[in-house]
């Protein structure tokens, strides 16, 4: 019997720290997970959307964030989501045997999330919710964050990402829908092609 039997495959992992004068956050993601989350930033709303990223992921999360929420959430929220970009494209290695492209559409009563992904190794982010929202979800999430967590996401993972609410009244639902549909669309993509071989590009890489 081969000495390699019953060996399992290395798991995806990706560890970020950044430290500024505004915060101080590790993130530590494991592609390869059964979607246990500990996730503390300081901001409800915010923990409570990643919460929902590595439970409907599959993807094992910690996130622990320190930041300046005397002056308000922006920069915790901001910082955070650059690490976690960076965290999820050091996991992904180089991308082999992955099926790379993944969507997902989660409704979530009154509110619906179409969400397509390209782990292609460009950032570029196409998003679009419905105008009229409640400007703030709880005393610190500024709706108007959840554009700029994705823009952040995308910048240091390197991904395609296009994001659409079609419909949607209620502002926690219209956000929450994102975050369901980003993390099975990421699963999706991120999960191995049992038929593929090699980095899945006519480049050779990604």
């Given at each position: 019997?081969?000495s390699l039997?019953g060996?399992e495959p290395?798991?995806r992992?990706g560890?970020?720290e ?5 915060t101080s ?10 979607g ?8 409800g709303?915010f923990?409570h959307?990643?919460?929902?990223l ?5 993807f094992?999360l ?11 959430s922006?920069h915790?929220i901001?910082?955070?989501s650059?690490?976690?970009?960076a965290a999820?494209r ?5 991308k082999?045997g992955i099926?790379?492209?993944g969507?997902a559409s989660c409704?979530l ?7 397509t ?9 196409v998003?679009t919710?419905?105008?009229g ?6 005393p610190?999430y500024?709706t108007?964050?959840t554009?700029h967590i ?7 993972a390197?991904i395609c990402?296009h994001v659409?609410?079609p419909?949607?009244?209620n502002?926690?639902h ?5 975050f369901?549909?980003l993390?099975?669309a990421l ?5 191995f092609?049992p ?8 480049k050779?890489?990604l």
């Amino acid at each position: 019997m081969s000495s390699l039997a019953g060996t399992e495959p290395a798991k995806r992992l990706g560890r970020v720290e950044r430290a500024t004068k505004e915060t101080s956050v590790l993130v530590e993601v494991n592609l390869d997970g059964t979607g246990h989350v500990d996730v503390s930033t300081g901001v409800g709303f915010f923990d409570h959307m990643l919460n929902q990223l590595g439970k409907h992921g599959l993807f094992d999360l910690t996130v622990k964030t320190e930041g300046d929420l005397h002056i308000d959430s922006h920069h915790t929220i901001e910082d955070t989501s650059l690490a976690l970009g960076a965290a999820f494209r050091e996991a992904l290695g180089d991308k082999s045997g992955i099926r790379r492209f993944g969507s997902a559409s989660c409704p979530l009563d009154e509110s619906l999330a179409q969400v397509t992904v390209d782990l292609s190794g460009r950032p570029y982010l196409v998003h679009t919710e419905p105008g009229g929202m409640a400007p703030m979800i709880g005393p610190e999430y500024d709706t108007t964050m959840t554009r700029h967590i994705l823009e952040s996401f995308v910048a240091q993972a390197a991904i395609c990402l296009h994001v659409h609410v079609p419909y949607g009244r209620n502002a926690h639902h219209i956000v929450e829908a994102q975050f369901k549909a980003l993390a099975r669309a990421l699963r999706e993509a991120s999960e191995f092609d049992p038929r593929a071989t090699g980095v899945p590009s006519t480049k050779g890489v990604l």
